[in-house]
């Protein structure tokens, strides 16, 4: 019993040498979520912007400011992981009742492997990668979810979809809670025995084997990403109008 008590108050712990943390925010008042007290949730931590992070509910929200795109919208925050091969994480997030889909942008927490290519810096340089969500406003009345993956083989210099959504078909509901869970391993040398996986509320959107990276010293798994803002880059991705992001229920395990 002491020790399952010393799980539930601690958000941060080791099992058997590897890496846990576990986050829901009950014990947050609401108000402003500052840095300092982000720090203390998450550790390291780069790019947290105070006026963009309130506590509500016991829930993070997330403000996307209207007429803006990509760090001058949302957050783009990040976290050092204790190096590893292979992570998992699960997280809760929820769009606003009045969220303006607009065209779309990056959702949530992600991984990022070796130097973490992001912002269309394609990976085929076998230097890094990342996995993260992006929600996505098609123009045919379908809004959907789906994975965003930089890897050393990607078609072109943005992020790959692989060709999946979530959900298959219809669109997402705003205020309604999704439950997303991230799975990401590293290959190894120049091999395709990565692997990466994303299921939402329980449905499998993508499990493959990956070629993540083709140098070993760069294959690590290193950084957790929270990265929620508008765009692309052309101005039809902004709103009018002041967004709002909801997360909760973090847990990261590190496998390997």
């Known amino acids: 019993m002491r020790v399952l008590l010393l799980l539930v108050f ?5 099992v058997d040498g590897l890496y846990q943390k576990s986050l829901n925010w009950n014990n947050h008042p609401n108000g402003e979520y500052k840095d300092s007290t982000a720090k203390s949730d998450f550790g390291n931590i780069r790019g947290w912007k105070n006026n963009r992070a309130y506590i509500s509910g016991g829930s993070p929200r997330i403000t996307l400011e209207k007429n803006a795109l990509s760090g001058a919208c ?3 925050a990040n976290m050092d992981l204790p190096s590893g091969t292979a992570y998992e994480l699960d997280f ?3 769009f606003h009742s009045q969220f303006d889909w607009s065209r779309g942008g990056k959702v949530g927490f992600g991984f990022g492997l070796g130097n973490g290519n992001t912002g269309c810096n394609p990976a085929t340089d076998g230097n890094g990668g990342s996995l993260r969500i992006m929600w996505y406003n098609d123009n045919s009345n379908r809004v959907y979810l789906k994975p965003y993956v930089y890897y050393k083989d990607m078609p072109t210099n943005c992020g790959d979809d692989f060709g999946v959504s979530y959900p ?4 997402l509901r705003k205020g309604a809670w999704y439950k997303i869970h991230l799975y990401v391993k590293s290959n190894t040398g120049s091999d395709k025995n ?8 329980g449905a499998a959107v993508l499990d493959r084997a990956i070629r993540w990276t083709t140098n ?3 294959r690590q798994i290193n950084r957790l990403m929270f990265h929620s803002f508008r765009g692309g880059s052309q101005t039809y991705w902004q709103s009018t109008t002041d967004g709002y992001i909801y997360y909760d229920n973090l847990q ?3 496998i390997a």
């Open 194 to 201: 990565g692997h990466v996986q994303v299921k939402i509320n």
């Open 10 to 14: 601690l958000s941060d712990y080791t």
């Open 216 to 218: 070993d010293s760069k």
């Open 92 to 94: 809760d997030l929820k």
């Open 74 to 76: 949302g957050m783009i």
């Open 252 to 254: 990261i395990k590190q």
């Open 168 to 171: 298959s078909s219809g669109s």
